[in-house]
């Protein structure tokens, strides 16, 4: 069983659309980061939350410790945003990864 | 900041062949983490240094994969003799010891033929 959870794993949307990414999660944590990774590109921090909510731009991440939950919202999607989105956990020293949600946006 | 360096960005390199992987932390972070990407199995944490000591290597594949870490500010991870199935891209990331904040290289991604 992996120790985080995303769905759903692939997403296609049309420009515009709201997006919603989930995640969740089986150990305990001290943060919990939402990364981003375009094709042929590196791994770069879009949100680190350790609770409740943060906002940046069109981009907006929850936290839920008590549901051991998070969520990633895209407003007004943009082809741009097509990416990988990765949920992370931070436990202890260690980090576990989800899988990957697969985001395409179509204009 | 520079962030963290890794080199090369992309190799490719023969069945049997030694690899060496390059990490240079950024400044100042006493724990760095050598990630495996792959299509297959997302990233997999290989090892992890604290303080370039070895903490946790049961996530390295097996004997032909050894990362070193001679000081504070860099590392290795060497794939000797490298196999195709070992294609993948391999990211190095730090942090501070406690602290929540990871930061990722760019990757290298290595092609084994």
């Known amino acids: 069983k992996n120790e985080v959870e995303q769905s759903p794993q692939n997403l296609t949307a049309q420009e515009g659309e709201f997006i919603t990414i989930n995640c969740s999660y089986s150990?305990?944590?001290?943060?919990l980061h939402w990364l981003q990774q375009h094709p042929g590109g590196g791994i770069v921090s879009l949100f680190m939350?350790?609770?409740g909510k943060k906002k940046h731009g069109r981009l907006i991440a929850t936290i839920n410790i008590q549901e051991k939950h998070s969520s990633l919202h895209i407003t007004a999607s943009h082809p741009r945003d097509s990416a990988v989105y990765i949920c992370?956990?931070?436990?202890?020293?260690?980090?576990?990864f989800g899988t990957g949600t697969s985001l395409t946006v179509i204009p | 900041d520079a962030g963290v360096i890794q080199s090369p960005r992309h190799e490719v390199t023969e069945m049997g062949q030694e690899v060496t992987l390059r990490c240079k932390p950024i400044?100042?972070?006493?724990?760095l983490f050598w990630y495996r990407q792959t299509m297959m199995r997302g990233l997999e944490l290989l090892i992890y240094?604290?303080?370039?000591?070895?903490?946790?290597d049961s996530g390295m594949p097996e004997d032909r994969f050894s990362a070193k870490m001679p000081n504070a500010s860099f590392s290795t991870l060497k794939i000797q003799p490298s196999e195709p199935r070992d294609s993948a891209v391999y990211f190095c990331?730090?942090?501070?010891?406690?602290?929540?904040?990871?930061?990722f290289g760019e990757g290298s991604w290595l092609t084994v033929v």
């Open positions: 990331a730090s942090s501070l010891i406690g602290a929540e904040a990871i930061y």
């Open positions: 939350l350790s609770s």
């Open positions: 240094f604290n303080n370039n000591v070895p903490i946790d």
């Open positions: 992370a956990v931070r436990s202890g020293n260690q980090f576990y």
């Open positions: 150990v305990g944590i001290s943060a």
């Open positions: 400044s100042g972070h006493n724990s």
